[in-house]
């Protein structure tokens, strides 16, 4: 089984870039599809950006051009490099890993977008 754990998250002004990372152990990373999602108050967890074992990418319409998904297996981890964050990206994401036969889900990291 694999364990995921995020980092990066915080408080960030309109404009503002963050980069969250998702470390993870337990498992050959490599062979999983990887994903951010979010959830803000009150709505559903929406996928953000996914990225397969192959490097394949996909985004949110609501991200496209301005989230930046990667991964480095050497390091076991998946990043997500946000630029000209807007308050409406205010949510605590989510790191996601599945394969064939499992899934896992890290804790949680909180982003806010605020003046």
């Known amino acids: 089984q694999v364990q995921l754990v995020e980092s990066g998250g915080g408080l960030v002004q309109p404009g503002g870039s963050l980069r969250l990372s998702c470390a993870a152990s337990?498992?050959?990373?490599?062979?999983?599809?990887m994903g951010w999602y979010r959830q803000a108050p009150g709505k559903q967890r929406e996928l953000v950006a996914g990225?397969?074992?192959?490097?394949?990418?996909n985004y949110a319409d609501s991200v496209k051009g301005r989230f930046t998904i990667s991964r480095d297996n050497a390091k076991n981890t998946v990043y997500l490099q946000m630029n000209s964050l807007k308050p409406e990206d205010t949510a605590v994401y989510y790191c996601?890993?599945?394969?064939?036969?499992?899934?896992?889900w890290g804790q949680g990291t909180q982003v806010t977008v605020s003046s």
């Open positions: 996601n890993a599945r394969s064939s036969s499992v899934q896992a």
């Open positions: 337990g498992s050959i990373f490599s062979i999983y599809t």
């Open positions: 990225i397969s074992s192959l490097g394949r990418t």
